[in-house]
């Protein structure tokens, strides 16, 4: 045999692994885009349950929803910055880690404000996850039709995870109860870090040195948090109250200084030279629009307005635009097993 015939399968044989290699690397990170979307509208049908264990009044449990919402919106631009120089897939893992350990603290959450601050941090994880998955996409696939159908997949997988979440959210809630929504994620999370050490390539090193640009980061981190707690909140605090008036000029002022620190900076965060491509401010200014209309059909007050239903899925979609007021919870009921077990490990929770 030649070795122009020994040479043929052993290719064919390195292309396959190659192929299978890269479907298994693009089946990861829709994976993990489909936690970020499942994680938005997983909770809504356990709004009711959860306003009744943990004994919500009707003016805080709409907070379940909008701190995650806030803390992505915020830090987004942060968790790119810190993917580019930490490294994806670190930031990828990180990120992982940040929803398995903040999904089992909001799964043991014994007062309101534990649960908050642990969707507070699933968002921040969201702000992570989102950019490192993105890039590791535009750094593993080709440019062309290869990195097209990666995105396509991508896209799809998040679009898929917010009808999967309503489902997931309703069944767990009545099969498990409402610590289950959070206790999924961490095996969903858990599943995907361990996948992507076996998956995903190192980090390649960098010898340009490049700056985190601190001052930008902390500026855009406060003014994007500041602005959508202002679109959040602004139909249940009513926009012509006091902390949406401050919140709205806070976010102005930071957003201000945001572009004057970018425009003279040496290794800005955000060009500001990125605002003269056409089609990238036409295609920001559709997604926009679409975005805050999302969901806009909910006919009465906060995503609590379906409590158990699956079938009218947009009213569950969180649009700023959407809802007026919480509606007030039933009373509260005993804590689960769990959380009894939770509580007499940890005294000091009981404060």
Not at 21 to 28: D, P
Not at 259 to 274: K, Y
């Amino acid at each position: 045999m030649s070795s122009l015939d020994q040479g043929a399968p052993l290719g064919a044989i390195t292309q396959g692994a190659s192929r299978a290699k890269h479907g298994a690397t693009l089946a990861l990170l829709a994976f993990a885009q489909l936690i970020i979307s499942l994680d938005l509208n997983i909770v809504f049908v356990a709004l009711p349950e959860i306003g009744a264990g943990l004994g919500f009044s009707g003016q805080t449990l709409q907070w379940v929803v909008s701190a995650y919402t806030v803390f992505t919106g915020g830090f987004l631009l942060f968790g790119g910055r810190a993917a580019d120089l930490i490294g994806q897939r670190r930031v990828f893992i990180f990120a992982l880690w940040l929803y398995a350990l903040s999904s089992l603290i909001g799964g043991l959450a014994w007062s309101p404000e534990i649960i908050i601050a642990a969707r507070a941090v699933q968002g921040i994880g969201a702000a992570f996850l989102f950019p490192a998955t993105l890039s590791l996409i535009n750094r593993l696939f080709a440019e062309g039709p290869e990195r097209n159908r990666a995105l396509a997949v991508w896209g799809g997988a998040g679009a898929s995870g917010l009808t999967l979440g309503s489902l997931a959210g309703g069944f767990l809630t009545s099969a498990f109860g409402w610590p289950s929504v959070f206790y999924v994620n961490v095996l969903l999370a858990g599943i995907a870090i361990i996948a992507a050490f076996a998956i995903i390539p190192r980090d390649r090193k960098w010898h340009e040195q490049r700056s985190f640009d601190l001052p930008g980061a902390l500026t855009v981190t406060a003014g994007a948090t500041l602005l959508v707690f202002t679109l959040v909140q602004g139909p249940e605090y009513g926009w012509g109250s006091g902390a949406i008036i401050a919140s709205a000029a806070l976010a102005a002022f930071f957003l201000i200084a945001f572009t004057v620190i970018e425009a003279n900076s040496a290794d800005p965060l955000m060009p500001l030279r990125l605002f003269h491509n056409r089609s990238l401010i036409a295609g920001m200014t559709i997604t926009f629009l679409y975005m805050v209309t999302f969901g806009a059909r909910c006919p009465t007050s906060s995503p609590c307005c379906c409590r158990t239903c699956t079938a009218s899925l947009p009213c569950r979609q969180a649009s700023p635009f959407s809802c007026r007021r919480s509606p007030s919870p039933p009373a509260r009921k005993p804590a689960s097993v769990w959380q009894r077990a939770f509580r007499r490990a940890a005294p000091w929770s009981a404060a």
